[in-house]
T-cell receptor
Framework: QKEVEQNSGPLSVPEGAIASLNCTYSDRGSQSFFWYRQYSGKSPELIMFIYSNGDKEDGRFTAQLNKASQYVSLLIRDSQPSDSATYLCAVNERSSNTGKLIFGQGTTLQVKP | DVKVTQSSRYLVKRTGEKVFLECVQDMDHENMFWYRQDPGLGLRLIYFSYDVKMKEKGDIPEGYSVSREKKERFSLILESASTNQTSMYLC??????????FGDGTRLSIL
C-alpha cells in the first residue's frame, strides 16, 4: 500500500515566523510532488510542485525534495494569519501514468497574530 | 487558468434516490477524478478516468458509478443514495502527470 505521511498538527507558529511542513512517502519511484492548501470548507488549491531534488522557491514558499530520504517539505517564510489552513502533500503514483495522486492526511497550520 | 466547474455547491437528497454530480473542465485535460472528503479521513479517491469512456476504480468505488461520454465532462452517480454517502465531493482534472486542479466541491447531504 503506497502511503504519504504527514503530521496532522496543529502546527502553531507566530506571525512572521517560518513554518515548516513535512511529508514522507513510501513509493520510491514517485517523480512528482505537490503541495496543496485547503481552507476550511473550501477545495484544495495548488501552491507548489517540485520534480527534482533540491529546493524550489516561489515567493514566500519553498518546496524541498530529497528523493533518497523519500522526504518532501514546504517552508513558509514570514507566516501570515491568512496562511492558516490545512496543507496537503501529494505524490504521483509511479505505477500509473494516469496522473493519479496519493494524498497525505494534511497538516493544519495555525499562524497566531 | 484551469476552470473545473461542479454543478452544485450544496445538494440535499433523500435515501434511495439516484443522485448525479456533474463536473466540467475547460482545459482539454484527459484525466478526471472524483474524491470524497470526510473529517479525519482525508481525500479518498472514488473513481477516475484517463480518457473518454475509460474509467478505473479508486479506493472506495462501492455504491458509486461514473460516466465520461465527452472529454470535458465527468459525472459521478450514486445509484441508491444512503446516509453514509453524506460528504464533500470534489472533482479534479489534470493533463498527463501535471498537477490536479480541483473544482469548488459539492457538499451533499443524504437525509
Amino acid at each position: 500500500q503506497k502511503e504519504v505521511e504527514q503530521n496532522s498538527g496543529p502546527l502553531s507558529v507566530p506571525e512572521g515566523a517560518i513554518a515548516s511542513l513535512n511529508c514522507t512517502y513510501s513509493d520510491r519511484g514517485s517523480q512528482s510532488f505537490f503541495w496543496y492548501r485547503q481552507y476550511s470548507g473550501k477545495s484544495p488549491e495548488l501552491i507548489m510542485f517540485i520534480y527534482s531534488n533540491g529546493d524550489k522557491e516561489d515567493g514566500r514558499f519553498t518546496a524541498q525534495l530529497n528523493k533518497a530520504s523519500q522526504y518532501v517539505s514546504l517552508l513558509i517564510r514570514d507566516s501570515q494569519p491568512s496562511d492558516s489552513a490545512t496543507y496537503l502533500c501529494a505524490v504521483n503514483e509511479r505505477s500509473s501514468n494516469t496522473g493519479k495522486l496519493i494524498f497525505g492526511q494534511g497538516t493544519t497550520l495555525q499562524v497566531k497574530p | 487558468d484551469v476552470k473545473v466547474t461542479q454543478s452544485s455547491r450544496y445538494l440535499v437528497k433523500r435515501t434511495g434516490e439516484k443522485v448525479f454530480l456533474e463536473c466540467v473542465q475547460d482545459m482539454d485535460h484527459e484525466n478526471m477524478f472524483w474524491y470524497r472528503q470526510d473529517p479525519g479521513l482525508g481525500l479518498r479517491l472514488i473513481y477516475f478516468s484517463y480518457d473518454v469512456k475509460m474509467k478505473e476504480k479508486g479506493d472506495i468505488p462501492e455504491g458509486y458509478s461514473v460516466s465520461r461520454e465527452k472529454k470535458e465532462r465527468f459525472s459521478l452517480i450514486l445509484e441508491s443514495a444512503s446516509t453514509n454517502q453524506t460528504s464533500m465531493y470534489l472533482c479534479a482534472s489534470s493533463l498527463s502527470v501535471q498537477p490536479q486542479h480541483f473544482g469548488d466541491g459539492t457538499r451533499l447531504s443524504i437525509l
